[in-house]
């Protein structure tokens, strides 16, 4: 393997470990604990991500992309409400403690809020075409935009995190989703 190619999957290899750990224990879970985790050495943590904000901000980032990835393989199935409503269900049944991961990291410093950020208006665009081919197979209605989705999105997620009732989740996602539906 090359050395690049290596340095690629110790990168990797950190970012889920730093997921990992940061979910479990929080932010203040120490970069050595990320390393272990990862199986490599605390230098290499620190190579390639100078600070722990740097590690924290790359992991929000990586979140970020996944969630945009998965916007984006979701918009090819044939069925794009199923899809749609699969992608709403999926981040809102995700959100409770990725949420709360979210607000620390906003408090040491990351600005998860970045509207600017390439990787946030990558997602932005891939959930513009999912959104886009459910409303063109009649499944949303055609006045919802982008922005109203996200809306809908955060606050269902930051519902989730005031009940452990998981039939009140589902319930809740059927009221916002059937208010999506064309009428």
């Known amino acids: 393997m090359?050395?690049?190619a290596d340095a690629l999957r110790n990168r990797a290899k950190v970012l889920t470990a730093a997921d990992e750990v940061f979910l479990e224990q929080g932010t203040t879970a120490s970069t050595e604990e990320v390393?272990?985790?990862?199986?490599?050495?605390?230098?290499?943590?620190f190579r390639h991500f100078p600070t722990k904000e740097a590690l924290l901000e790359a992991v929000y980032l990586e979140r970020l992309r996944q969630v945009g990835a998965d916007a984006a393989e979701l918009a090819t199935r044939d069925d794009a409400g199923s899809a749609f409503h699969e992608f709403f269900e999926r981040l809102v049944g995700q959100s409770g403690p990725k949420q709360a991961l979210t607000e620390a990291l906003a408090a040491e410093g990351v600005d998860v809020a970045d509207t600017d950020s390439p990787v946030r208006q990558e997602v932005r665009e891939s959930l513009a075409t999912l959104l886009e081919r459910a409303q063109q197979a009649g499944r949303v209605r055609e006045d919802v935009g982008v922005d109203e989705v996200i809306a809908l999105l955060i606050g269902a997620s930051q519902a989730t995190r005031w009940t452990t009732d998981v039939s009140m989740r589902g319930r809740t996602l059927n009221v916002i989703l059937d208010g999506l539906r064309p009428h």
Request: charged share 20%; net charge positive; hydrophobic share 35%.
């Open 35 to 45: 390393a272990r985790r990862a199986g490599v050495g605390v230098g290499t943590v």
């Open 2 to 4: 090359s050395p690049r």
